[in-house]
Each structure stands twice: as C-alpha cells, then as structure tokens.
C-alpha cells in the first residue's frame, strides 16, 4: 500500500450474534458508540463508527447478527444486514476463538458469495478467552471456509491484542478518496439515538429469556432546565406483555431505579451536563410482529 494515499471506505463484521461485532467496533473507534450485552441481537441498526487515521478513514458499520428470523422484526433486521454488505468496500467475517465454526458461521462465509463487490477478511475474536490450542484450531477452521480471504486475523477487542494489524489490513483494502467524515466524529447517531441505547442496555443488563427481544427504547423529551445545570430527559422502555413491564420495574420500582442509575452514569458524559432521567415503561403488544408498531418504534 502507498503509504501517501489517503484512503476511505466502509466495512462491516458480520457473524453470528454475540461473535463480539459491536465490541470490536469500540475498540477500533476508541469510544463507545455502539452497546454491547451478552444478549443475542443486541444491536437492532447499522450503527457508523469512524476510525480516523492520518493514512485514512475507516467507516465501521456495526450490524444485527444474522440469524433465522421468527418475528418481523428479526426478517427486518436481516434485511437490513443484506442491504449494508451490498454498500461496503469490505466485509470481516468474526468468529469467536472458544466455539467450534458450526452450521450458522459455514452458512454466513457461504452467503458472503452474493457480495462479490466487497473483499473478504476472516476475523477470530476472543483470543483473550481463548487456549492456544482454541485459537489455532479456530483459525485453521476459518481459513478452510473461503478461499477469497484477504486476511485471517486472530484478535481480542477487550484487551486491544492485534487490533493495530486489523485496522492496517482494512486500510489497505480501502480505496483512495478523502475522508468522508470530518475528522474528530465518531459516529452518525445522533445524541437522542445514543440515549435511547444506553438505556436500553442498562435495561438488558440481568433480563433473560424472551424478555431482551421485546424491550425497545424512545426518548421522548430532551429539555435543559432553566437556571440549572440538569437536563431532563423523558424516556419510555417499550415491553410487550404486562408481566414484562413488571419484571422491568421490580419490586417497588427497584428494578427500574438500577436501570436509571446505570444509564445516567453514562448519559451525563456524554452530553457533558448533570440529567435528571425519568423512565416510563409502557406496553405495546406484540410490537415485534406488529408493522405499525414497528414504524413507530423506528424500524
């Protein structure tokens, strides 16, 4: 690669749910701009994170996890990761290094064939969790998946391990062109998209079984208090059942208090200012299979 040519593009990771894809986007950005849970689907949007170099720009999309879709939703979001892969210059394939590949990962590498725009990097994350014995398996079953691989990395987006030869290889796989973001931002979410995020994470955060599916978040109102350093802001956790409503809130509202107290912490620096959040949790049956719902919801 000639080190003088600025180059700029897209990339994506694509794997199975929770391979660490949103992760691995935090790590290369150098903030968080996209949660993260060890619940499947966490991510439900392409979520751009900018990795500004002096030899380039990286435009990290963050994506839902492909999977067999079993609502509306689920079949939008898959939707939406075919439509990203058909845009980018590239796309990085992540399997973690502590599970065998399976059916799910062969199936992915297989469909990366529908792209033969993008070129191909194979990525084993996890490697911090990993045995050698894991890691070298792992890499031996990637390799063998494709035969258009760019690259193989092994990496560990907790402890930064290998991340630098992840970010080199993606740049050289670049085109040349400017920056396509002004340098110093991060990503194109915006302020209340972020909120909205944040507290759903804070809300994913001990939930299990169906429950993290169905919890969407709205932000409904953002105002700085007058004579006050506070802002207050308005926030609504959408479930689909009363019974999930209830598990939300906890026992006398202790439940909701933790999930409050967890989400302003990272909310006030965000915005740089004190907030006074209030959460609400409503009920909108079914809205994962609902189409109006959905629209309403942002999806």
Known sequence: MDENVHRSGFVTFVGRPNVGKSTLTNALVGEKVAITSDKPQTTRRAIRGILNRPDGQLVIVDTPGIHRPRTLLGERLNDLVEQVLGDVDVIAFCVPATEKVG?????????????????????????????????????????????????????????????????????????PGPALYEEGVVTDESTEDRIAEIIREAALEGVRDELPHSIAVTVDDIAQREDSDLTDIFASIVVERDSQKAIIIGHRGSRLSDVGARARAQIEPLIGSRVFLKLHVRVAKEWQRDPKQLGRLGF
């Open 103 to 175: 059916p799910g990962d062969r199936r992915i590498a297989e469909s990366l064939s529908n792209y033969p725009r993008a070129k191909k990097v194979a990525i084993v994350t996890k490697t911090d969790v990993g045995s050698r014995e894991q890691i070298t398996e792992r890499l031996i079953e990637v390799d063998a998946l494709r035969e258009d691989w760019h690259a193989v990395i092994p990496l560990s987006a907790l402890t930064n391990n290998q991340l630098d030869v992840l970010a080199d290889e993606l740049l050289s796989l670049m085109p």
